[in-house]
T-cell receptor, first 113, second 114 residues
């Protein structure tokens, strides 16, 4: 069935390192794709999104490209900061029935100085 | 501030009790949601309401019941609490379809059942 598979964490990086968090999806059709971020003690907030193939979402130095051919939406950042430490969730829109989001399992990122 | 707010932030209670969690959004959104996040951070939709009509009801025990007195509120009532109900519960809202549009999340309510 439809799903979102996300890179297992936790991920620990040094400040200014390059970040990639992999996300692949299975779905009927072409759902919208999202990355949400959850900072410690807070609710989720939208980081970026893409609504069709080849779209690139970007925000706060993070980027992700909707790749239809590989059904992927990998999150990247060229130089992470300590303040990027959080849990990152990949999600896809559910197109049938009630429109909603299906989340991946989340990847915890810790950036050390 | 415009936001999604939840009360209480923490809730500790005994097994078998009945409790409620309140959610309010002042963003003017037409759809609201409840999510459950377990100890491994896995996030699962429980309910959503669109214009006071329930449009999602996943495989959630009927001990859980959402109640929406108006478009700005979606409260979660839980009867006969069980140990497995311990989790963080998030309320969220969106304007239009949540599968297409940004959802705004509340800060969460950490429920601990003893």
């Amino acid at each position: 069935g439809d799903s979102v598979t996300q890179m297992e964490g936790p991920v620990t990086l040094s400040e200014e390192a390059f970040l990639t968090i992999n996300c692949t999806y299975t779905a009927t059709g072409y759902p919208s794709l999202f990355w949400y971020v959850q900072y410690p003690g807070e609710g989720l907030q939208l980081l970026l999104k893409a609504t069709k193939a080849d779209d690139k979402g970007s925000n706060k130095g993070f980027e992700a490209t909707y790749r239809k051919e590989t059904t992927s939406f990998h999150l990247e950042k060229g130089s992470v900061q300590v303040s990027d430490s959080a849990v990152y969730f990949c999600a896809r829109g559910v197109q049938t029935g009630a429109n909603n989001l299906f989340f991946g399992t989340g990847t915890r990122l810790t950036v050390i100085p | 501030d415009t936001a999604v707010s939840q009360t209480p932030k923490y809730l500790v209670t005994q097994m078998g009790n009945d409790k409620s969690i309140k959610c309010e959004q002042n963003l003017g959104h037409d759809t609201m949601y409840w999510y459950k996040q377990d100890s491994k951070k896995f996030l699962k939709i429980m309910f959503s309401y669109n214009n006071k009509e329930l449009i999602i009801n996943e495989t959630v025990p009927n001990r859980f019941s959402p109640k929406s007195p108006d478009k700005a509120h979606l409260n979660l009532h839980i009867n006969s609490l069980e140990l497995g109900d311990s989790a963080v519960y998030f309320c969220a809202s969106s304007q239009g379809a949540g599968g297409l549009n940004e959802q705004f999340f509340g800060p969460g309510t950490r429920l601990t059942v003893l």
